[in-house]
């Protein structure tokens, strides 16, 4: 018998129609783990899910992979539903995954702690962003179902603790689809209007899908980005969500984040009252001191007598007078004593007096004045300088002065 001969091409569409036709493989669950995972710039999920023996190729095209609120990861376990094929082009037989699932995890615990460690990572959650809130808000905005019970719980404790702040209130959907883009959008429209000076977002408790819309990415970068601080008040006490993370502080409920948002009024008014009591108290302390001390003060006798306390100074001041002038009186008289004796004794070394009484000094013809005879030669014209006048001279001869001369001994 002969035997058709097929192209590879034929081989692999047989092989795809007797795949797509069988009703057992075009509907199945997949449990496994994954392994080689991809995410591709198209959008479109490439995997293998494995298990202790076997192995088998997956994909999951962008239109199916956005509805999935985790991302996959190597060694996930999983639980895919989908159809089994043939790809043409390879000769590949693959699992095409419509719907993905965490094994024995919900998809949107997977999704938060994902979400939770990306933003973590990113440092969204870090204390140095976060910013303090306003001690005394003239305005409080309220994000939140405008029917819910946490608006209500708000109101009443702002009402109560402050009323003096004005209450902004921006309804929206804390639910549901569209929920995140409305408080995004909220978010957005109180920092662009600078319409309060911190917000309060938040809702009641409820399940981990009743909550989601507050780990929605969208709202936490929205949260973080906002100017005004931001007071996360989502589900009960037990209940924390992305919001709460990103948040400038968290608050357990509605009720309490109200009363981190204002002051209570009537301690504030304790306090004023605490202070103007201390600050009468002091005044009258501080006036009845000062009084006491003027009392003290005028009761002086420079206050009593003013003129009788000059007295004593005048007369300190005509004794320093008296003695200024006797010794000025004595230090003059000092002065032209001693200037008189100075003068006596320059007087009697002046050499007009030695010349008075017969010496002379000789000058050479240039003045200067002649105190040795090896100055001079013989024949050379000299000065006598006189008491009363000059001569003119030649010199005939020289005499010097012998030793014993000059020491006195008579030769």
């Not at 034929?10 to 057992?24: C, E, I, W």
């Not at 946490?150 to 004005?166: M, Q």
């Not at 924390?240 to 409920?253: L, P, Q």
């Not at 230090?331 to 010349?355: C, F, G, I, N, Q």
Request: charged share 25%; glycine share 8%.
């Amino acid at each position: 018998m002969d035997l058709p001969v097929l192209s590879v091409t034929q081989l692999n569409t047989y092989v795809k129609s007797l795949l797509d036709g069988d009703p057992r493989l075009g509907d199945l669950f997949i449990r496994g783990e994954i392994s080689n995972f991809k995410r591709h710039s198209s959008g479109h999920l490439y995997l293998t899910l494995k298990d202790d023996n076997s192995r088998v190729a997956a994909v999951m095209f962008r239109f199916n992979a956005m509805r999935m609120r985790f991302m996959p990861q190597d060694g996930m376990r999983v639980i895919a539903r989908g159809r089994v094929s043939v790809y043409d082009r390879d000769g590949k037989y693959q699992l095409y995954i419509e719907e993905m699932h965490p094994d024995g995890v919900g998809d949107l615990s997977v999704a938060y702690e994902q979400l939770k460690e990306r933003l973590a990572a990113e440092g969204l959650f870090d204390r140095e962003h976060k910013k303090p809130l306003p001690r005394y808000p003239s305005r409080v905005g309220v994000i939140t179902s405008p029917t819910g019970a946490a608006v209500h719980d708000i109101i009443t404790v702002l009402a109560r603790r402050f009323p003096a702040a004005d209450l902004v209130l921006c309804p929206v959907l804390v639910q549901g689809d569209g929920a995140a883009e409305e408080i995004c959008a909220a978010l957005e429209l109180f920092n662009r209007k600078d319409a309060a000076d911190v917000i309060i977002l938040g809702r009641g408790g409820g399940s981990i899908e009743d909550l989601w819309a507050f780990n929605e990415e969208p709202v936490a970068r929205a949260v973080y980005r906002s100017r005004i601080p931001v007071i996360s008040a989502v589900g009960h006490e037990t209940d924390f969500t992305i919001c709460d993370f990103v948040a400038d502080v968290r608050a357990a409920t509605p009720s309490a984040a109200a009363e981190l948002a204002v002051p209570d009024a009537r301690e504030i008014a304790a306090h004023l009252a605490a202070l103007n009591t201390q600050i009468v108290g002091g005044a009258a302390s501080g006036l009845a001191e000062r009084k006491a001390r003027l009392t003290a003060v005028r009761a002086y006798p420079c206050f009593q007598s003013p003129l009788h306390g000059l007295e004593q100074p005048r007369q300190r001041l005509d004794t320093c007078a008296s003695a200024l002038r006797d010794g000025m009186g004595r230090l003059l008289t000092d002065r032209r004593r001693r200037l008189a004796e100075l003068a006596a004794a320059l007087d009697h070394l002046s050499p007009l007096k030695v010349l008075a009484r017969g010496y002379s000094i000789a000058e050479s013809e240039a003045g200067t004045v002649l105190t040795s005879v090896k100055q001079v030669k013989t024949g050379n014209p000299i000065l006598l300088r006189m008491a009363d006048g000059r001569l003119g001279c030649t010199v005939h001869r020289i005499d010097p002065i012998t030793e014993d001369e000059k020491h006195g001994k008579d030769l």
